[in-house]
């Protein structure tokens, strides 16, 4: 019996060694399955991990922030307003005829603005013309009188009454020498008794009257001169006559000329409160015309400018009505005065404007360049990135092959660069395209801009 016992035990342990060789086999199998298995599963791993790091490898291009000497400016408000404005009034006093220029209208210098009924200035004309010719007629016969032409030089020797008397004189002149010779020879004759005395009486007598008969002439001679003179006075008084009738001619046609009101300069109608019909006065006004051109800028600068402006400065403005245009001025007067309510003063500028786009009244916002300058940052247009909802502006700065995230204040924009008045450097590298796929620390593949 313990034979069969010893037996029965040897069968079960023979069972339970093969059952463990068994066990053991399959457990070497499943871990070689499973090894397998994982080393299949890491290189698949490791393979997409490398690929999603190329693919999240942004390429962008870039540019170098640059550094610049900027002008720098007094900033200012103010309004425009025009340089003069006139209120046209007639020089005479009438009807008004016609007014060819409304309210808006504009006008160059002495362009009619309004006609006033002519009439009775005409009237007045004609006659002061018929006057002038009276005169003129009168100066002619004048001068006829004594022989003379149209402008002639008056002198009595040439004047034919004188000439004829000046003749008389001489020959009467000559017979008194002569009458005078032979009685001083018969003189001496009668002293030595060679001839009667009175044949020396008879020759004396003669010389007596040939002298009154010379002092005759020259008298003649003399109321000749004196004539002549008279005429002459009369064809001066006759040409003072004329010219003062030339004078009421020139004074008629200057009220004829006064009926048409016109335009003291170039500029636009802003009122005109007279109608055809109307009965005006000097004192009335038939229109307002500005001169716009150039027109006056008035700003209002802070107390603490004061020192820093100065006449001829240039001035940059811009208004609502043209958002992407600048006009330019330049400073002619500074008031002396502070406001001492706003604590500022006003500065005057000419603006030029050829094209009468500005108009007197508009709102403005200047800047006066002062001179020097200042260094300031530009980075590309393209660079900045405007984000509405926070209403800011970035740029993504390129370290390395690394994005980074900057918030900016820009400025002015200039020949396709912007002014960044803070959050950048001189040199620095800006991402100027792909900005939406960039975020804070993304790996970029950085290519400098053609010409950055």
Do not use: W
């Not at 010893?6 to 053991?24: D, P």
């Amino acid at each position: 019996m313990s034979s069969f016992i010893l037996h029965i035990n040897f069968r079960s342990a023979h069972h339970l060694l093969c059952a463990l060789l068994v066990a053991s086999l399959l457990a070497s199998a499943c871990s070689r399955s499973t090894s397998k298995t994982g080393n299949r599963d890491n290189r698949n791993g490791d393979s997409s991990a490398a690929q999603a790091a190329e693919v999240n490898v942004i390429p962008v291009t870039t540019a170098k922030v640059e550094a610049r000497t900027v002008p720098t400016f007094i900033e200012a408000i103010g309004s425009l307003t025009a340089t003069e404005t006139s209120n046209v009034a007639p020089q005479t006093s009438g009807q008004v005829a016609s007014t060819p220029v409304n309210v808006g209208a504009f006008v160059r210098q002495g362009e009619v603005i309004a006609k006033l009924n002519e009439r009775d200035a005409r009237l007045r004309l004609q006659q002061s013309q018929a006057s002038a010719k009276q005169s003129a007629a009168a100066v002619r016969q004048a001068e006829a009188r004594l022989g003379l032409g149209p402008n002639s030089r008056f002198d009595a020797s040439t004047i034919p009454e004188v000439r004829s008397a000046a003749a008389a004189y001489d020959a009467a002149l000559s017979q008194q020498r002569l009458a005078e010779a032979n009685a001083k020879r018969y003189a001496e004759l009668v002293e030595t008794g060679d001839v009667a005395r009175s044949v020396y009486d008879q020759y004396r007598t003669q010389a007596e009257t040939a002298r009154a008969q010379a002092n005759n002439a020259r008298q003649q001679m003399e109321t000749a001169i004196n004539q002549a003179r008279q005429n002459n006075q009369a064809i001066q008084s006759a040409q003072a006559a004329f010219e003062a009738s030339q004078a009421q001619v020139a004074i008629a046609q200057k009220a004829v000329s006064d009926t048409a009101v016109r335009a003291p300069y170039s500029g636009y109608v802003s009122s005109r409160p007279v109608a055809v019909g109307e009965y005006v006065t000097t004192a009335s006004v038939i229109a307002t015309v500005l001169l716009t051109n150039p027109l006056k800028l008035q700003l209002l600068v802070p107390e603490a400018q004061a020192p820093r402006v100065q006449t001829g400065m240039a001035v940059a403005l811009s208004v609502e009505a043209y958002p992407d245009r600048k006009f330019n001025g330049r400073v002619t007067a500074i008031n002396p005065a502070i406001d001492p309510v706003s604590r500022s003063f006003t500065v005057e500028a000419e603006v030029d404007n050829p094209d009468n786009a500005l108009r007197s009244g508009m709102f403005t916002t200047a800047r006066i360049a002062l001179p020097g300058g200042a260094q300031s940052i530009f980075a590309p247009r393209e660079a900045v990135i405007h984000d509405q909802n926070t209403n800011s502006y970035r740029v993504f700065v390129i370290q390395g092959t690394t994005a980074h995230l900057r918030i900016v204040q820009v400025g002015d924009e200039e020949n396709g660069m912007i002014q960044i008045n803070s959050g950048l450097q001189p040199d620095e590298e800006v991402a100027t395209n792909n900005q939406q796929q960039l975020y804070e620390g993304a790996k970029v593949q950085p290519t400098r801009q053609p010409g950055g």
